[in-house]
């Protein structure tokens, strides 16, 4: 019966996601009010049945029901209920199933929260979400159904993947889920806005805060992403510049430059041409992350199928999307165009040259992504590209992007007192060349010139904002994510340029150094679980000869896929982490170690949460923290 119900479920959603899109025409010949009514009421049934088709799914991992071909490819007698659950995103399929799921909770959320935006406006918008939801569903139904029987039926299944068996894994989807997705808001007010010819500021601030919410998912998403890599693969690293890293980096960095582009939109009732266009881009580049990660065409660790039938139906989708979109918006954006003076002195030049920078970042780690592909294609031998390359891009596109927050902070609207900016901030960067240079010298020997600039840069966006935030007293969102891009660029660059690795043959008994401390290798011990056995390493820490802690990194082999993971043992302070990691057995008394020391590796996270906390406020409101005199 899972099988039929499912199958109904996704089918009845499929036909009321036509009803909803139908809807852009009705409106010319039924009541606005009856239209929206109608529309909102179907949303919610949409959701409704998109939710019971998930829950159904989710019981049958629960129940261990292998007559499902989904549920004996990815779970197991063995696994535990946790991630039986997380399961059902783990692969392609289920995770087609959340993506559209929450794709409906935004349709249904638009029709929720849009008292302030005309009916037709929002009649329009639900339409278009309507075919976005129809067109996953068509996929689903076609090409990746989840509730497809298998015959005969296993005793037990494949289990899930051992890379996904991690809790970071469990939130890690969903919320770069919601911030994908979430894209399509912006999306489909823009094209709903071009359809109608017409655009206010009020709607703008409706809109701002739907961006900054998909923003603050992504970010959440790509954090927690880095957070697990980190912790869980043993490299020692959080960044790859995997193409599907890249997949989800591109949209946040054109998200931002949206938000960017909205509060001038909203204040000055300029760049709105440019604000439609990065909403049209920004989903675009959802989808084709999407694209990437499901058509196998380009190898990552993170893709979820190397299926060419599917992939070639969302490049179809891509392409109609994104040509059908951008042939509308330059066929009449030219409408929405309001000319309005502003001096280059002032706050709008900033943001666009901020918003440049951001967009030209965006369009360079694109192309380091897809040109191997490209390459491959065009018959050219096979080319990576690594990380150097998206190194350099990142330093030399990201600084300036950097630099300019603190100008942006301090200058007007319109036109700007340089000379009264010049000696604040002036001033800032003075202190920042002088807090900079005893704080690298005093934990490390500064050689490099990019780690100079790149910290000085940091300090004088985290001084400006603190001014700022002390003049003002209030928590707003972009001062907080000001301030943890500053903290995120110390940890970035730190611990890049000045973490310590040892990757050594190491006999039980035998010490090793690694800065001022020194780790003990004692011994190493078996354990089993309920579906993995593993092998784990005991190692004291010592600062001095003064025990600080024990590690106990282990090496996993899982009972049916006989995977091998690595589970890394960190110590952590504010300052530093140490990371311990057992590698291969040599022989019985000796192992392969990998031993890292990462300075100030913890700003990294320190600076994420405080960008997420900006986005907290930028969608619920700023926090007035004292009352002025």
Same mark, same amino acid.
Request: glycine letters at 6%.
């Given at each position: 019966?899972i099988?039929?119900?499912?199958?109904? &479920?996704?089918?009845?959603?499929?036909?009321? +996601?036509?009803? $909803? /899109? @139908?809807?852009?025409?009705l *409106? !010319?010949? %039924?009541?606005?009010?009856?239209?929206?009514?109608f529309?909102?009421?179907?949303?919610?049934?949409?959701?409704?049945?998109l939710?019971?088709?998930?829950?159904?799914?989710?019981?049958?991992?629960?129940?261990?029901?292998?007559?499902l071909?989904?549920?004996?490819?990815n779970?197991?007698?063995?696994?535990?209920?946790?991630?039986?659950?997380?399961?059902?995103?783990?692969?392609?399929?289920?995770s087609?199933?959340?993506?559209? &799921?929450?794709l409906?909770?935004?349709?249904f +959320?638009?029709? $929720? /929260? @849009?008292?302030?935006?005309? *009916? !037709?406006? %929002?009649v329009?918008?639900?339409?278009?979400?309507?075919?976005?939801i129809?067109?996953?569903?068509?996929?689903?139904?076609?090409?990746?159904?989840?509730?497809?029987?298998?015959?005969?039926?296993?005793?037990?299944?494949?289990?899930l993947?051992?890379?996904?068996?991690?809790?970071?894994?469990?939130?890690?989807?969903?919320?770069?889920?919601?911030g994908?997705?979430?894209t399509?808001?912006?999306?489909?007010?823009?094209?709903?806005?071009?359809?109608n010819?017409?655009?206010?500021s009020e709607? $703008?601030?409706?809109?701002?805060?739907?961006?900054?919410?998909?923003?603050?998912?992504?970010?959440?998403?790509i954090?927690?992403?880095?957070?697990?890599?980190?912790?869980?693969?043993?490299?020692g690293?959080?960044?790859?510049w995997d193409?599907?890293?890249?997949?989800?980096?591109?949209?946040?960095?054109?998200?931002?430059?949206?938000?960017?582009?909205?509060?001038?939109?909203?204040?000055?009732?300029?760049?709105?041409?440019?604000?439609i266009?990065l909403?049209?881009?920004?989903?675009?580049?959802s989808?084709l992350?999407?694209f990437?990660v499901?058509?196998?065409?380009?190898?990552?660790?993170?893709?979820?199928?190397?299926?060419?039938?599917?992939?070639?139906?969302?490049?179809?989708f891509?392409?109609?999307?994104?040509?059908?979109?951008?042939?509308?918006?330059?066929?009449?954006?030219?409408?929405?165009?309001?000319?309005?003076?502003y001096?280059?002195?002032?706050?709008?030049?900033?943001?666009l040259?901020?918003?440049l920078?951001l967009?030209?970042?965006?369009?360079?780690?694109?192309?380091?992504?897809?040109?191997?592909?490209?390459?491959?294609?065009?018959?050219?031998?096979?080319?990576?590209?690594?990380?150097?390359?998206?190194?350099?891009?990142?330093?030399?596109?990201?600084?300036?992007?950097?630099?300019?927050?603190?100008?942006?902070?301090?200058s007007?609207?319109?036109?700007?007192?340089?000379?009264?900016?010049?000696?604040?901030?002036?001033?800032?960067?003075?202190?920042?060349?002088?807090?900079t240079?005893?704080?690298?010298?005093?934990?490390?020997?500064?050689?490099?010139?990019i780690?100079?600039?790149?910290?000085v840069?940091?300090?004088?966006?985290?001084?400006?904002s603190?001014?700022?935030?002390?003049?003002?007293r209030?928590?707003?969102?972009?001062?907080?994510?000001?301030?943890?891009?500053?903290?995120?660029?110390?940890?970035?660059?730190?611990?890049?340029?000045?973490?310590?690795q040892?990757?050594?043959?190491?006999?039980?008994?035998?010490?090793?150094?690694?800065?001022?401390?020194?780790?003990a290798?004692?011994?190493?011990?078996?354990?089993?679980?309920?579906?993995?056995?593993?092998?784990?390493g005991?190692?004291?820490?010592?600062?001095?000869?003064?025990?600080?802690i024990?590690?106990?990194?282990?090496?996993?082999?899982y009972?049916?896929?006989?995977?091998?993971?690595?589970?890394?043992?960190?110590?952590?302070?504010?300052?530093?982490?140490?990371?311990?990691?057992?590698?291969?057995k040599?022989?019985?008394?000796?192992w392969?170690?990998?031993?890292?020391y990462?300075?100030?590796?913890?700003?990294?996270?320190?600076?994420?949460?405080?960008?997420?906390?900006?986005?907290?406020?930028?969608?619920?409101?700023?926090l007035?923290?004292?009352?002025?005199?």
């Amino acid at each position: 019966m899972i099988t039929e119900i499912g199958n109904i &479920l996704l089918c009845v959603s499929a036909a009321l +996601s036509l009803c $909803l /899109f @139908s809807f852009i025409f009705l *409106k !010319k010949v %039924i009541n606005i009010d009856n239209c929206f009514h109608f529309s909102k009421n179907i949303s919610l049934i949409i959701l409704i049945s998109l939710l019971s088709s998930f829950l159904l799914l989710s019981y049958a991992f629960l129940t261990d029901n292998f007559s499902l071909r989904y549920v004996a490819t990815n779970s197991n007698l063995t696994l535990e209920n946790i991630y039986k659950f997380s399961a059902v995103w783990g692969a392609h399929e289920g995770s087609i199933l959340l993506w559209v &799921l929450v794709l409906a909770f935004w349709c249904f +959320s638009i029709a $929720l /929260f @849009s008292k302030h935006i005309p *009916k !037709k406006i %929002i009649v329009d918008m639900l339409a278009i979400m309507g075919i976005l939801i129809l067109f996953f569903l068509l996929f689903i139904l076609l090409t990746s159904n989840p509730f497809d029987r298998i015959f005969p039926i296993p005793l037990n299944g494949n289990d899930l993947n051992p890379l996904l068996q991690d809790p970071g894994l469990i939130i890690h989807p969903p919320m770069l889920y919601f911030g994908y997705v979430g894209t399509s808001v912006p999306f489909a007010f823009a094209v709903a806005i071009l359809i109608n010819e017409n655009i206010k500021s009020e709607w $703008l601030s409706w809109l701002r805060k739907w961006v900054m919410a998909s923003w603050m998912f992504l970010t959440i998403g790509i954090s927690l992403g880095s957070w697990w890599a980190y912790h869980e693969l043993g490299w020692g690293g959080w960044w790859f510049w995997d193409p599907v890293e890249n997949a989800s980096f591109m949209p946040w960095l054109a998200i931002t430059a949206l938000l960017h582009s909205i509060i001038v939109s909203e204040k000055r009732g300029i760049f709105i041409s440019w604000t439609i266009l990065l909403s049209i881009l920004t989903f675009s580049l959802s989808l084709l992350g999407t694209f990437l990660v499901r058509s196998g065409i380009l190898v990552s660790v993170h893709a979820f199928a190397n299926d060419p039938e599917r992939g070639l139906y969302i490049l179809v989708f891509l392409t109609i999307v994104i040509g059908l979109s951008l042939l509308l918006y330059f066929v009449k954006s030219s409408k929405l165009i309001t000319y309005s003076n502003y001096n280059i002195s002032s706050k709008e030049f900033i943001l666009l040259i901020n918003n440049l920078f951001l967009t030209v970042t965006t369009f360079a780690i694109l192309l380091g992504t897809l040109y191997p592909l490209i390459s491959s294609t065009l018959d050219l031998g096979k080319i990576s590209v690594g990380a150097p390359y998206f190194n350099f891009i990142f330093s030399a596109l990201t600084l300036p992007i950097v630099f300019l927050m603190s100008p942006a902070i301090f200058s007007a609207w319109k036109k700007t007192n340089y000379n009264h900016l010049i000696k604040k901030l002036g001033l800032f960067f003075m202190f920042s060349l002088i807090i900079t240079y005893f704080f690298l010298h005093f934990y490390v020997d500064v050689e490099n010139f990019i780690v100079f600039l790149a910290i000085v840069i940091a300090i004088f966006t985290i001084l400006s904002s603190l001014y700022k935030l002390s003049q003002t007293r209030i928590l707003s969102a972009n001062l907080i994510s000001h301030i943890g891009i500053g903290v995120l660029i110390i940890g970035i660059t730190i611990s890049n340029y000045y973490s310590s690795q040892h990757e050594v043959i190491m006999k039980k008994g035998a010490n090793i150094a690694i800065q001022e401390f020194q780790i003990a290798f004692n011994d190493v011990k078996n354990k089993v679980s309920k579906n993995y056995t593993s092998k784990v390493g005991i190692f004291d820490l010592y600062d001095n000869k003064d025990y600080l802690i024990s590690f106990f990194p282990e090496k996993r082999i899982y009972n049916v896929q006989k995977n091998i993971m690595t589970e890394a043992a960190i110590h952590s302070t504010l300052t530093r982490d140490i990371y311990v990691a057992l590698g291969e057995k040599v022989n019985d008394n000796s192992w392969v170690v990998r031993i890292y020391y990462k300075p100030f590796i913890q700003f990294l996270w320190l600076g994420a949460i405080l960008m997420i906390l900006g986005g907290f406020f930028g969608i619920f409101g700023n926090l007035n923290l004292f009352k002025k005199n």
